[in-house]
């Protein structure tokens, strides 16, 4: 499944933010300008917990990848 991953600092791996709900990629897959868009996070970013280290991160919207792995 599609998702939105972000990358620890701390250890430098890849944790899920949020997974890509089917529906907007059948809209991607329908109209191929259609750009899947990025969760939108609050201007002081959003605290999440790395679930490898248990570093607490900072994410940010410029922080987030698309990932289908």
Known sequence: MPKWVAICP???KPFLYE???H??????RRDPFNIIRKPVIAA???????PSCKTKV???SFDLTYSFL
Do not use: N, P, Q, T
């Not at 529906?23 to 991607?28: D, M, P, Q, T, V």
């Not at 002081?44 to 790395?50: A, S």
């Open 10 to 12: 701390g250890c430098s």
């Open 19 to 21: 997974e890509i709900a």
């Open 23 to 28: 529906s907007i990629l059948e809209l991607a």
């Open 44 to 50: 002081g970013g959003d605290l999440r917990k790395c």
């Open 58 to 60: 900072r994410v940010r």
